[in-house]
């Protein structure tokens, strides 16, 4: 079974551009969450997507936003990009049946570096 | 609010040592949901282990054990005979279920340094 892919994995921007990271969850896996990893802040929760609805919301500006589509793979946006956005930004896949939290699966990241 | 600490920032250890990493928590749910992931050098979070609220049964699997305890809210994770491929930052995790929420949140990790 293939694991979550997330692409691009390195990406390079200038402060006041936006940027669109693509995630394509474990197949049949319905849950898709972004995290965003700083060596200052560590790893925090930015949104978790579930069958096409934003189940639940980090605290992050409105800069940042995302969307899943019906075949569960979801992209994350970050408009007029700060230095401080520079981050690595991981994807994460679980199956969610039921009440019960599943392990929940982390692709490689995609790394953002915004000069 | 959910919290996770680990105050270990670093470990360094030699090889075949056996090394404990510390994890606490807090949290108000009764029903919540703990994991420690391992992130190599290579970035990628490897799942290890999830125990729910109710279960305190210590497990075991290969060199790696842990240790969970509601009394004092701790989860801790033990590698026997530590070898340098178990160098990477580990990472305790909280989940809270009871509001239906699915956010991990996160300890600042410990970096395991195993030296030959």
């Known amino acids: 079974k293939a694991g979550v892919t997330q692409t691009p994995r390195y990406l390079i921007k200038t402060r006041g551009q936006q940027v669109t990271l693509s995630c394509s969850p474990i197949s049949g896996h319905r849950s898709v969450s972004w995290y965003q990893q700083t060596p200052g802040q560590g790893l925090q929760f930015l949104f978790e997507?579930?069958?096409?609805?934003?189940?639940n919301k980090g605290n992050f500006p409105g800069r940042f936003s995302g969307r899943q589509f019906s075949n569960s793979r979801s992209e994350m946006n970050v408009s007029t990009l700060e230095l401080g956005d520079s981050a690595l930004y991981l994807c994460?896949?679980?199956?969610?049946?039921?009440?019960?939290?599943?392990?929940?699966?982390f692709g490689p990241g995609t790394r953002l570096t915004v000069l | 609010a959910q919290k996770v600490t680990q105050a270990q920032t670093e470990i360094s250890v030699v090889e075949k040592e056996d090394v404990t990493l510390d994890c606490v928590y807090e949290?108000?749910?009764?029903?919540?949901?703990l994991f420690w992931y391992k992130q190599p050098p290579s970035g990628e979070l490897v799942f290890l282990i999830r125990r729910n609220s109710f279960d305190e049964q210590n497990e075991i699997s290969g060199r790696y054990s842990w240790n969970f305890q509601k009394s004092t809210s701790s989860f801790n994770f033990t590698i026997t005979a530590s070898q340098v491929v178990d160098s990477a930052v580990y990472f305790c995790a909280l989940s809270e279920a009871g509001t239906g929420r699915r956010a991990l949140t996160f300890g600042s990790g410990t970096r395991l340094q195993v030296q030959p």
């Open positions: 997507y579930f069958s096409e609805t934003q189940r």
């Open positions: 994460v896949s679980s199956l969610e049946q039921g009440a019960r939290a599943d392990t929940q699966y």
């Open positions: 949290t108000r749910d009764t029903t919540y949901y």
